[in-house]
């Protein structure tokens, strides 16, 4: 039986708001409308491209007016990239709309008092803020609609840039990236060059063949410090071998800036950007600084990607744990001790628990670097070492907790008033998980101060602070 055609469903609509997920919303008729491609304010003409009970999913076709907070965007790549889907929406309604995230998240999911929400923190800098990129190779590049109209002819059996939202199989070939120094994007430009010239193959997601997965460059802003890091299968070809060579031999003096490079080998189906690394010229790891604390960061270390606005969403976190010389912190999901060894200058004693025993080791490492002795680090589940050490030691004064995304798993959140700390600090990635987190809390920690801190720039993410103290 013959399908039969489906209608277009095209309207046009007055955009009143952005969501949290960073979609235009309107509202028509009494259906909500999240639409790809409009900013607040915009009239525009859009095509519905996916129905569900609650609402559609929309794209803009025409814009009839533009909105007075419509910019254009930096990027040739914006729409086609899947990073910095706000570039066409002014930077001040974007902090603006950010705040309004995370008020929404703790009144629709939380349904508690957040006491005093500050006005999100915006960046000094909207570009050029990250200092991790992590660039993939595949076999199957991505061609805009702007290319395809050109009627020029592409080879699609190399790319090198970004994955396309929603593709995982499909790379964006990007010659300019507004995320990181000019630096990475002549890197860029130049492994691609290289790479073609000597045949080496993209590692294909399909058939689990070929030798370049990825090219990772990460940058100490404040010690002028770059690392490369080069992802592969194991070599075969001689294509592969003369571009290994190029990298080890060449790569150095061609860019002089770049003061460590790796070669990391990877030969399992996943693409995910990790491997078994091997130091090809310079130390192996790079240094930055943040708070007056030196940090070592080795190729697959977890370290802020935005440096300069790191340091102020610490200040802002030790302003809210508020530590005296004789306070002890206890620091859940302390990754590789950032936040820990930035308090430990100021209490009495911190002690570290994270799961990851790599990052354990990065903290414990870091500690002795910087000659602080008073922290303790600890790589086990979070709750049970919590326990355990409730059990031989004195109450913590203070907890700090910053969970990844998911937030804190819910054993977790139910055990932190049994360790009996007078003030929680919540810092977040997510402030939907953080609104889910606190409310369990609310019975026995109220909100004081909330601060959103932008760390990512024309994206909808927003880092938030929360400082829970305990009701009396």
């Given at each position: 039986?013959a399908r039969k055609n489906r ?158 939202p929603g593709r995982y199989d ?170 820990s060894l930035c308090a430990a ?128």
């Open positions: 039986m209608v277009r469903e095209v309207l046009d609509l007055n955009i009143d708001s952005i969501g949290f997920e960073g979609k235009a919303v309107a509202r028509h008729d009494d259906m909500v409308y999240f639409v790809e491609g409009a900013v607040p304010g915009d009239k525009v003409q859009v095509e519905v491209i996916r129905k569900k009970r609650r609402f559609k999913e929309a794209r803009t076709l025409a814009i009839h007016e533009a909105s007075e907070f419509r910019v254009e965007p930096r990027c040739s790549h914006f729409g086609e990239c899947g990073g910095c889907r706000w570039q066409h929406l002014d930077y001040n309604e974007q902090v603006r709309w950010k705040g309004i995230h995370v008020r929404d998240a703790f009144q629709r999911i939380g349904k508690i008092d957040i006491g005093e929400l500050h006005p999100a923190l915006p960046a000094d800098n909207q570009y050029f803020y990250r200092n991790k990129m992590e660039f993939s190779f595949g076999d199957s590049r991505w061609l805009t609609a702007a290319q395809i109209a050109g009627g020029e002819e592409f080879d699609r059996s190399f790319a090198l840039g970004l994955h396309v499909k790379i964006l070939d990007v010659d300019q990236c507004y995320l990181q120094s000019e630096l990475s994007n002549a890197i860029l430009t130049r492994v691609r060059e290289r790479a073609l010239a000597f045949g080496a193959k993209p590692f294909s997601t399909k058939s689990h063949t070929g030798f370049l997965r990825n090219l990772v460059v990460r940058h100490a802003q404040n010690a002028e410090q770059t690392m490369l890091i080069l992802v592969t299968s194991s070599p075969e070809t001689t294509g592969d071998q003369q571009l290994m060579q190029w990298f080890d031999k060449e790569l150095p003096g061609e860019f002089p800036a770049v003061t460590t490079t790796i070669h990391a080998v990877n030969n399992s189906k996943s693409s995910v950007a990790v491997g078994e690394p091997r130091i090809l010229h310079g130390e192996g790891f790079i240094t930055e600084t943040l708070l007056g604390v030196h940090f070592r960061i080795s190729p697959f270390s977890f370290f802020q990607t935005n440096t300069r606005q790191a340091e102020r969403l610490f200040s802002i976190a030790l302003e809210y744990a508020s530590p005296t010389g004789d306070q002890r912190i206890w620091d859940l999901y302390c990754g590789a001790g950032s936040i200058q100021r209490a009495a004693h911190v002690t570290g628990i994270e799961l990851n025993k790599t990052a354990i080791e990065d903290a414990r490492a870091n500690a002795m670097r910087n000659n602080i002795n008073n922290v303790t680090f600890i790589a086990d589940d979070m709750k049970n070492a919590a326990a355990d050490l409730l059990s031989r030691s004195e109450r913590p004064d203070t907890i700090i907790v910053d969970p990844p995304r998911a937030g804190m798993h819910p054993d977790v959140v139910k055990a932190l008033p049994e360790f009996g700390a007078d003030t929680i600090v919540y810092v977040s990635c997510n402030p939907t998980t953080q609104a889910r987190d606190c409310a369990i809390l609310d019975e026995h920690y109220r909100i004081e101060h909330m601060q959103p801190v932008d760390m990512f720039p024309n994206t909808y993410h927003i880092e938030s602070v929360a400082r829970l103290v305990r009701r009396t």
